[in-house]
């Protein structure tokens, strides 16, 4: 990866990332605030020491790629661990060690590579917690590393919450009886934890974007709009068109992105 990111120095990313740069707090109603400080603040403290925020870049990307190996390397030595052989090990090491776009995110600033990267670390909390017994469900450990992992996972999205209380749900119902139901205090100190940003946001005046919120349905109904207008009644495309200023439903959808809606 290394040889690649010295070739983007100091790294990449998109112009929310820039922008996010100069005002962290106000783009925070599209943005995890952690996730905006931290960036910010280390190009922010680079241009101070240094006269130029490309060595905050550069440090925020190697904290990222680090954070990515460690990940992919415990989640390969977890499958040795548990009996998967050495050939299928290597084979999952070595896709994410040329793979071009995984090598791409991993020096692109965007929130997504850690979110997917810390996605991955459930899968071995999830097999593991399934195969305990009541006992091993019921351990601090087990529920300090849920609540590390449903914190990880709200805090570096918005919708990361979502996930956590989801996962949650499901563990405390199926095992409730079986040491699940230790989860639900876990899950109520994920839940706060997490609400903690958003409460200090909404008492800034800083309040998350509604369209953020629906942008995969609405690029779901502009899809069908624009691919089979005929099955959209007159009445619904008039008011669809009527939340856009200049162009209809269909005029405006773009597959590969919604901003255009």
Known sequence: WCVIFANYLPGTSMNDQLAIIGHPLAYSNNHPILYNLVLSGLVQTSRH??????????????????????????????????????????????????CPVVINYSFCTIKDTLFAYILVLWIPFIWEYVIKDASDRSRI???????????????????????????????????????????IPALLVVVIVSAVPNAILSGLGVHQLFREAVGIPIQQI????????????????????????????????????????
């Open 141 to 183: 450990s087990t529920l300090v590393i849920y609540i590390v992992l449903s914190i990880m996972t709200a805090l570096i999205r918005n919708n990361g919450i979502y996930v956590s209380v989801f996962v949650g749900l499901i563990l405390a119902a199926r095992y409730f009886k079986n040491g699940g139901a230790k989860i």
């Open 49 to 98: 020491l240094f006269g130029s925020g490309e060595y905050g870049f550069a440090c925020y990307v190697l904290i990222q790629m680090i954070f990515s190996v460690l990940v992919i390397a415990f989640c390969v030595a977890w499958m040795r661990w548990r009996g998967v052989s050495e050939a299928i090990c290597f084979v999952v090491w070595t896709y994410f060690v040329v």
């Open 222 to 261: 502009a899809s069908v709009v624009a691919a089979r207008p005929d099955s959209v009644s007159e009445d619904d495309q008039a008011y669809l068109n009527t939340l856009l200023s200049d162009k209809t439903f269909g005029e405006a959808y773009a597959p590969m992105s919604a901003d255009m809606i």
